[in-house]
């Protein structure tokens, strides 16, 4: 009965580093999706998975930014050269199917919070 | 585009006060809404939603009413605990399966 898990929980690295961030979602869920929560705001949506494909990747902030998911399940956010705006609380979710139309609720991990300096 | 506006915060009561924390939205289309809460130290938890207009969420005395009419979800709990004390965020699914997020209110109950 294990919800969404996240790794590391904390990540400090410096700047021009990259950095993987670690997301298992619920298992079952097919649908998976990244959020960044900077100090004081709100979530923003960086990218969806449906199963290992990504139909919506738009909130991607640069491409610096990317992501993988295989076998459905374990999901990746890199960040390539971070850069001190980097710095936010990165949250995962997982619903069990996602999609057009569908009201699934999106269960959310603890969050990895990063920090670049 | 899609876009939810809460109450600016943060907002402090008494225990046993009541609660209304306004959200509104702008969206295509027919969107699920919903409320979800940040404890302290704690990872995003759904406190409820509504599918369509007129729904009533509920959950731990918390109620929220989908009106289409004034594009509204406000979040309303008759009698506030020190327990209560979170960030509430509003948003807003349409199809597409992302959510958008309010900025969050910050509420502090004081025994």
Not at chain 2, 34 to 57: N, S
Request: proline letters at 4%; aromatic letters at 10%.
């Amino acid at each position: 009965g294990a919800g969404v898990s996240q790794s590391p929980s904390n990540k400090v690295t410096e700047k021009g580093k990259d950095v993987e961030l670690r997301c298992d979602p619920i298992s079952g869920h097919t649908a998976l999706y990244w959020y960044r929560q900077r100090l004081g705001q709100g979530l923003e949506f960086l990218i969806y998975f449906q199963g290992n494909s990504a139909p919506d990747k738009s909130g991607l902030p640069s491409d610096r930014f990317s992501a993988e998911r295989t076998g459905e399940s374990v999901s990746t956010l890199t960040i390539q050269r971070t850069q001190q705006e980097d710095s936010a609380v990165y949250l995962c979710a997982s619903s069990l199917e996602g999609g057009s139309g569908s009201t699934d609720t999106q269960y959310f991990g603890p969050g990895t919070r990063l920090t670049v300096l | 585009g899609n876009s939810v506006t809460q109450m600016e915060g943060p907002v402090t009561l008494s225990e046993e006060a009541f609660l209304t924390i306004n959200c509104t939205y702008t969206a295509t289309g027919y969107p699920s809404l919903f409320w979800y809460v940040q404890y302290p130290g704690e990872g995003l938890q759904l406190l409820l939603k509504a599918t369509k207009a007129d729904d009533k969420g509920s959950n731990k005395g918390f109620e929220a009413t989908y009106r289409k009419e004034t594009t509204s979800f406000h979040l309303e709990k008759g009698s506030v605990q020190v327990s209560d004390s979170a960030v509430y965020f509003c948003a807003l699914l349409t199809s597409g399966s992302r959510l958008t997020f309010g900025e969050g209110t910050q509420l502090t109950v004081n025994p």
